[in-house]
């Protein structure tokens, strides 16, 4: 397979933000006989190790429904599962993966370290990699070029400027000094110069006492706490994220540093099995990345992922999980649209029709008194003639709006129409 970053990202809003052309640029299809075989590289030992195990479960639930519904164009999907380590190690696996088993993409790695290093792998193979994580500001798009097959699923530490922002409205006026313990590598420090900038920006007006940097994979922590209960912080932030989050939490409680310091553990949600009452104090923020297993407006599947895998595990599922599951069933996308000359991956957050003939009534005031009947005009930009609706498909991004100008091409909103089946098969345009 030789898909690009350009070419997978022809039709996304992010591309077309930047000026995506209209015609897309036909894409080499994939093979036609075979099983679809996806490489998955997923930690397996150490403190990263529950993580890895989390994200190989949502791959693997993906993997069951695609093969069940008839696999991809026909083609039963196979999981070639190798080991996310170290640095090095992880990039010969990739490289296996690629050269020896012959997979058509590369989903896994959680490790930001991990993540920098195979990027360019994936660049100098010329094989589409999906990370399940790698969330830092020195990510991939960052440290090569031009990127065009290194993807990752989710977006720099929203984790932690998510738990920073909820620990400024529940903290404000309550702390004085803080303190950090992250691992020494770029996300925890990105995670922590993070935290720091929205203390600031919501005027805090704390000072920070002790930063902390224990390398990832280090177990003990005993000197760190005394360091800490020496400080006397009013709250300690950490961005652990792995096996690493739990065995702090119990070091920190056995010595008394939890009853007296509040805490924020930005990514501790994606061990949450693993924080037992006993030792997790009451009142700790607690970070999740995306999926949350007790999420009241879950959609039906993500409430049908949580009881298959609290059934079969005896577990509640973690946001890895979630990003699993989301590279798999992204992939069948490019698949599915081979034959035509555009394939899109991205999802779609907004899809609206807008009647050029509806009329409206302004209200304005207190009184709501109309101001006059008035009648849509077609958007300019879709180049919609004034007598036909025009349809309003995009993304959800911060920022301003703006629109997709690769949607007006038949061919690409006719794939991304496809996720709103059975229902697009109802619209009339």
């Known amino acids: ?18 000026g995506a052309t209209v015609r897309l640029s036909p894409i080499p299809a994939f093979a036609q006989s075979g099983p679809v075989k996806i ?21 693997q639930w993906a993997v069951e429904r695609i093969n069940a519904g008839g696999g991809i164009l026909g083609r039963k999907v196979e999981l070639v599962v190798e080991e996310e380590s170290n640095p090095k190690d992880t990039v010969e696996r990739f490289r296996k993966l690629v ?100 203390m600031k920006k919501y005027g805090m007006n704390v000072t920070p006492v002790v930063e902390l940097w224990p390398k990832l994979g280090e177990t003990n922590f005993t000197s760190h706490v005394a360091t800490l209960q020496q400080a006397k912080p009013d709250l300690v932030f950490c961005s ?29 949600g994606g061990v949450h099995e693993q924080l037992k009452k006993a030792f997790s104090p009451e009142g700790m923020i607690l970070g999740y990345n ?5 999420d009241p407006k879950a959609s039906p599947l993500s409430k049908e992922f949580t009881r298959w895998h609290q059934e079969k595990f005896r577990e509640w599922p973690n946001y890895e999980s979630d990003h699993g599951y989301f590279t798999v069933v992204e992939y069948p996308v490019l698949e599915a649209s081979r034959r035509g000359p555009a394939r899109s991956v991205t999802d779609l957050d907004v899809l609206a029709v807008r009647f050029s ?25 879709l180049g919609c003639p004034s007598g036909r609706p025009d349809m309003i498909v995009g993304e959800v991004k911060e920022g301003p709006a703006r629109f997709n100008p690769a949607t007006r091409d038949p061919h690409v909103l006719g794939i991304a129409l496809a996720r709103f089946r059975p229902r697009a098969k109802r619209l009339a345009l």
């Open 99 to 198: 050269l020896q088993q012959k997979v058509d993409v590369v989903t896994g790695v959680v490790s930001t370290g991990v993540g920098l290093a195979i990027g360019p792998a994936a660049e100098e193979e010329k094989r589409l990699l999906l990370m399940w994580d790698g969330t830092t500001q020195k990510g991939v798009e960052e440290t090569i070029p031009k990127p065009r097959y290194a993807f990752r699923s989710v977006d720099n530490e929203a984790e932690a400027v998510m738990a920073s922002i909820l620990a400024a409205r529940r903290f404000k006026g309550r702390i004085k000094t803080v303190a950090g313990i992250n691992n020494d590598y770029s996300y925890g420090r990105d995670n922590w110069a993070a935290f720091l900038a929205i």
């Open 1 to 18: 397979m030789r898909i690009t970053r350009r070419q997978f990202l022809k039709v996304s809003g992010a591309a077309a933000a930047a």
């Open 290 to 294: 995306s999926l949350y297993f007790d």
């Open 357 to 381: 003939r509806a009329g409206h009534q302004v209200i304005r005031g207190t009184a709501h008194r109309p101001m006059g009947d008035r009648t849509f005009e077609p958007d300019p930009a």
């Open 240 to 268: 652990f994220w792995s096996g690493d989050a739990p065995i702090l939490l119990k070091q920190a409680h056995a010595a008394g540093l939890t009853a007296s310091t509040k805490l924020v553990m930005t990514t501790a």
């Open 39 to 59: 490489g998955v590289l997923a930690a397996k030992a150490g403190v990263t190790a529950p993580v890895g195990e989390s994200g190989l479960r949502g791959t």
